[in-house]
């Protein structure tokens, strides 16, 4: 979302946008925990392969969230 298009929100709809973020904030720490989780179990019970590697796909994409969040 633009800088020009929150210019045009009211004082309301950008309080509704901050909860819904430090909500997206939230849910994305514990996706990326259970990853995390995942890919350490994975590498401990069968050595490395793709589910290891697993946080590191999902990392552009929470990037790209955290990007356009913040603006």
Do not use: H, V
């Not at 929150?6 to 004082?11: F, Y």
């Not at 973020?21 to 995390?36: E, P, Q």
Request: no cysteine; proline share 3%; aromatic share 8%.
């Amino acid at each position: 979302m633009s800088s020009k298009d929150l210019s045009e929100l009211s004082n309301e709809e950008l309080l509704a946008k901050i909860k819904k973020s430090k909500t997206a904030n939230i849910y994305d720490a514990a996706i990326l925990g259970i990853l995390i989780g995942i890919a350490a179990y994975s590498s401990i019970k069968n050595g490395f392969g793709f589910l290891t590697f697993l946080p590191l796909i999902y990392l552009p994409t929470l990037l790209k969230i955290k990007q356009e969040i913040k603006s």
